[in-house]
């Protein structure tokens, strides 16, 4: 008989609530749930999709384990075993440094990821850590920890309430919307729109976002920061900047007005190819507005000065007074967040603490860029043993970094590697120990990261709709497993992990002045720990510590996992509200408006005025139905608009003599590829595009429908040399390419 279930969506940062039917252990449908105290009911294609993804007859069931050079079956005794066996020796022989990281976006997705890889990391002491986060959104974490001091905080737009909305390079009508978790975005604009706002869109692209805005700013790619920053000096030119309630919590007026004094709309209009008028209209239009917000993504973010525009963002919001108030920009408060500290000063945020092997890549919030890998493991120097062994977890870098042919040669050449990953894809063909995750529906769900992101504070949970299927083992069980089979661990039981970190976790509390449990004992708190295992315990844990919860008894009414668990539709905590000082940690208190990596990247800003492209340039794109590589093996998230073409403008396809749908060769400094051409006047003159994810055509993997049509890898294109210094971040979007029309090419 079927039955329903409630499960947060992990397909996308929107975290919608969905309803599953179930019949038997299968998911039959998926619909939005409208109760969900969030997403009241919306869903997207992805989230529709969710029985599909989740049976996908290519997911693997068992662990694979590398024998005689072929992956095989295994158990998954004998693949940890395999794991400690492969792993520990290089540790021990090379150091800690020679065992690399790879975590991907997805891992962000689930509660596994969010719990453990920061235990694997704590225990392994590797430096060698790379993310998703530099071929995404590095830059705004840099430029938080330097205004904010902490890396992680990160304003998001008070959708619901604004009156103004200028969003750069970004499409949240296709990504639903990222570093701002808004259950359907597309009816929060136009409900925007309705009640009389304005809606300001600046991309190189008419997408759908772009088409429903008030004034859509076709810039050339890559001169995000040269606009916003001509944009901050009108304000300072025509006296418009007020801080209003911000004043006392800002320093560095002043010397930002002078360091900003020769970005003039005229200066910037022949790079950014944006006439200055519009550029002072864009001004004088946020300062006027009643409450104003600047939101700013990826398309912002992957450019060579990506960190001054993500800072430059910011920058805006608080010289119109709009961070920080309702219906500007917001720091969200989760329920998981720790227990706040007294606004003060505090440790600041430092970038360097250490630079990589090869290129010497200064790190950034712990991490190398994902560009770097690469060399990172085939080159051999004298500062440091090269990666010898690597993790990923939940991690595709063949496909999503920079020159995926040399990666691809680089993995081959590893001692050994252990990839989580339900598939065999383009990555993890090259393990030696596969480790597949159950499908989602047999996982717990609650959202860490983007609960901090959340455009209304609020807190769910759903344990697994599915129970887990005989022969699988929970990701969080693999994680933990993996921490103690590389940390030297293996054959320890694995909750060992959960209740040392429970213990930790209270030990420190229980020092803490301004901790809710300041003075107890840290037994007799975790004895009052609830949950049915370890994870569930630690949800417990930092509920009971955070803002909104008990404290352990200390604030009766306040959060539990028990409590939580009888509101399966969510508990609201209630719009966004200001919070400074408190969120700031900088040495000075404040929010430190010109900090000094900051000041000193400006020149090479200011020489970027006289430079223009040569030819084309090259940007990426998303689709409503595809989530980074994820999705292409879902046939209901494919065909129809979700293809890899090459768009381009009419008039540049009548220079090259360019047909619709004729071959076209794409080559840039890492590579070539060739794809379908598509015109339309949606891209605007001198820009082309290819979507981002595809290149399914390896041998060896495991993607059956996704390879029917596996698309080009746009990351080709590039070598992994172009790099935001401040970040790391690669420079993916702008990049200038070379195209050649090709006749009686099948594609």
């Keep these: 008989m079927p039955r329903t279930a409630l499960r947060i969506c992990p397909l996308c940062e929107a975290t919608c609530g969905l309803v599953l039917t179930v ?8 619909r939005g749930d409208r109760d969900d105290v969030f997403s009241r009911g919306f869903v997207c294609p992805k989230g529709a999709s969710f029985g599909a993804a989740d049976a996908d007859p290519d997911r693997l069931r068992s662990p694979l384990v590398r024998r005689g050079g072929e992956l095989r079956e295994a158990g998954w005794e004998e693949a940890f075993d395999a794991v400690a066996v492969g792993v520990r020796p290089v540790v021990e022989r090379y150091g800690p440094h020679a065992v690399g990281v790879v975590l991907g976006n997805p891992n962000v997705h689930t509660m596994a990821g969010a719990l453990y890889p920061p235990v694997l990391l704590g225990a392994l002491g590797t430096r060698s850590l790379f993310t998703a986060s530099t071929v995404d959104q590095m830059p705004k974490h840099v430029s938080s920890g330097l205004l904010f001091g902490d890396a992680n905080a990160i304003p998001v737009p008070d959708l619901d309430r604004t009156d103004h909305l200028l969003l750069i390079g ?52 890559g001169t995000d920061a040269l606009l916003l920053a001509a944009t901050a000096q009108v304000l300072f030119e025509e006296g418009l900047v007020d801080l209003g309630a911000l004043a006392p919590h800002v320093e560095g ?23 200055a008028e519009v550029t002072r209209a864009l001004a004088r239009e946020l300062a006027a507005a009643p409450t104003a917000a600047v939101y700013g993504r990826i398309g912002s973010c992957t450019v060579p000065h990506g960190t001054l525009a993500s800072w430059l963002v910011d920058v805006l919001n608080v010289l119109t007074g709009n961070l920080d108030r309702p219906g500007g920009a917001l720091f969200p ?38 560009s770097a890998l690469a060399e990172e493991i085939d080159t051999v120097t004298d500062e440091g043993e090269p990666v010898r062994a690597l993790l990923t977890v939940a991690a595709n870098p063949v496909l999503s970094a920079p020159d995926g042919d040399r990666l691809d040669k680089a993995l081959a050449s590893l001692d050994f590697m252990v990839s989580v990953d339900p598939y065999l894809n383009e990555t993890s063909r090259h393990a030696h120990v596969v480790l597949p995750p159950p499908p989602p529906s047999q996982s717990p769900h609650h959202d860490f990261a983007f609960n901090t992101l959340a455009v209304r504070n609020q807190v769910r949970y759903t344990r697994p709709a599915v129970p887990l299927e005989p022969g699988r083992m929970a990701e969080t069980e693999i994680l933990a497993r993996l921490t103690l089979a590389v940390t030297g661990g293996h054959g320890t039981d694995p909750a060992a992990v959960d209740a040392a970190v429970v213990e930790r976790t209270l030990g ?23 949950g049915e295992n370890g994870p569930e315990r630690r949800l417990d844990l930092m509920l009971r510590l955070g803002p909104y919860g008990d404290g352990f008894g200390a604030r009766p009414d306040g959060l539990t996992l028990q409590r939580l668990l009888a509101h399966p539709h969510g508990i609201d905590l209630g719009p966004l509200r200001p919070r400074l000082p408190q969120p700031l940690k900088t040495r000075s208190g404040k929010v430190e408006l010109l900090p000094g990596p900051i000041a000193a990247d400006l020149p090479r800003l200011r020489r970027a005025m006289a430079e223009r492209p040569a030819g084309p340039v090259l940007v990426g794109r998303r689709h409503l139905r595809s989530n980074n590589s994820w999705m292409h093996n879902v046939p209901a998230l494919t065909g129809g608009s979700n293809r890899c073409t090459l768009q381009l403008h009419p008039d540049d396809a009548d220079r090259l003599g360019l047909r619709d749908g004729q071959p076209v060769r794409v080559e840039g400094a890492g590579g070539a590829v060739t794809a379908p051409a598509e015109v339309t006047d949606t891209v605007r003159p001198g820009v082309v595009s290819l979507p981002h994810g595809w290149g399914h055509d390896r041998p060896g993997t495991r993607l059956t429908h996704a390879a029917t049509d596996p698309g080009v890898n746009v990351n080709q294109l590039l070598d992994g040399s172009l790099l935001d210094p401040l970040s790391g971040n690669a420079v993916l979007n702008g990049v200038p390419v070379k195209l050649t029309p090709l006749t009686g090419t099948k594609l």
Excluded: M, Y
């Design 170 to 221: 970004a499409n949240p009508l296709e990504s639903n919307g990222s570093l701002c978790t808004a259950p359907d975005f597309p009816g929060r604009l136009k409900a925007l729109r309705a009640r009389g706002g304005t809606l300001t869109v600046i991309d190189p692209r008419r997408t759908r976002t772009a088409k429903l805005a008030d004034r859509h700013v076709a810039i050339r790619p």
């Design 23 to 30: 019949d038997g252990t299968t998911v039959t449908a998926a």
């Design 508 to 530: 420190a509390a229980v020092r803490d002045p301004h901790s809710p449990v300041h003075g107890r004992d840290p037994g007799e708190l975790a004895a009052r720990l609830t």
């Design 253 to 275: 007026v002043t010397e930002l007005g002078r360091a900003l004094r020769d970005f003039t709309p005229e200066s910037v209009a022949a790079a950014c190819e944006v006439d």
């Design 333 to 370: 408060q989760a329920a998981t967040d720790r227990t706040p500290r007294p606004a003060g000063p505090g440790r600041g945020f430092a970038l360097g603490r250490w630079r990589s092997r090869v290129s010497g890549h200064p790190e950034a919030k712990g991490e190398l860029p994902l």
